[in-house]
C-alpha cells in the first residue's frame, strides 16, 4: 500500500500543472502512472531510511510518513520535467533531513501501531465485553482457555 495517492498529490499541485509534468504523449491528462512511479520512488526511499528503526513497509501509516511521501514523490514529479522550484527542493531537502534523523534516532515517527490508534477505533464493545477469559470458571454459555 503506498504512502500516499495521487489524489494528495493533487491537493498540493493543480491538474493543469500535473498535467504538464507528467504528460509527456501530450494527450492532455495527467499520466497516472508517472505520478504512481514517484509515489514508489518516494516510498522507497522513505523505507531506507525508516527500516533502519521501524518494520517497513508501514501497515497503518502515520501522518508525517504520510506527509513525506507527498513531498518527495512531488520533487520527483518536478525533477523529471524541470529545474525544481526553490520551495519544491526545500521541502524536499527538510524532509530528507527528518527521514536522516529519524534513521538515527534524533527523531520519532509517530504512532505506527494500532494501540497508538486505539482511540480513532470506532466500536461499541469494551474491554468488559470479552467472551474468553482466564481464571473463571465457565458456565456453560461463554468460552475460556481453563481446560487447556
Known amino acids: 500500500m503506498p504512502y500516499s495517492t495521487k489524489p494528495d498529490i493533487q491537493k498540493e499541485i493543480s491538474d493543469d500543472e500535473l498535467i504538464g509534468l507528467t504528460d509527456d504523449e501530450g494527450a492532455g491528462i495527467i499520466n497516472d502512472a508517472r505520478v504512481t512511479a514517484a509515489i514508489a520512488r518516494a516510498d522507497a526511499m522513505i523505507d531506507s531510511y525508516c527500516g533502519q528503526v521501524a518494520t517497513v513497509p508501514f501497515v497503518i501509516v ?35 533531513s527528518h527521514l536522516k534523523d529519524i534513521a538515527a534516532e534524533k527523531a520519532t515517527i509517530g504512532a505506527t501501531t494500532t494501540a497508538d490508534y486505539e482511540d480513532r477505533i470506532l466500536t461499541d464493545r469494551t474491554r468488559d465485553d470479552r467472551t474468553i477469559t482466564m481464571g473463571k470458571k465457565s458456565n456453560g454459555n461463554s468460552g475460556t482457555l481453563d481446560n487447556y
Open 62 to 96: 502515520p501522518a508525517v510518513i504520510k506527509q513525506h511521501s507527498i513531498t518527495v514523490a512531488i520533487y520527483f514529479i518536478f525533477s523529471r520535467r524541470s529545474a525544481v522550484p526553490e520551495i519544491r527542493r526545500k521541502n524536499y531537502e527538510d524532509a530528507i
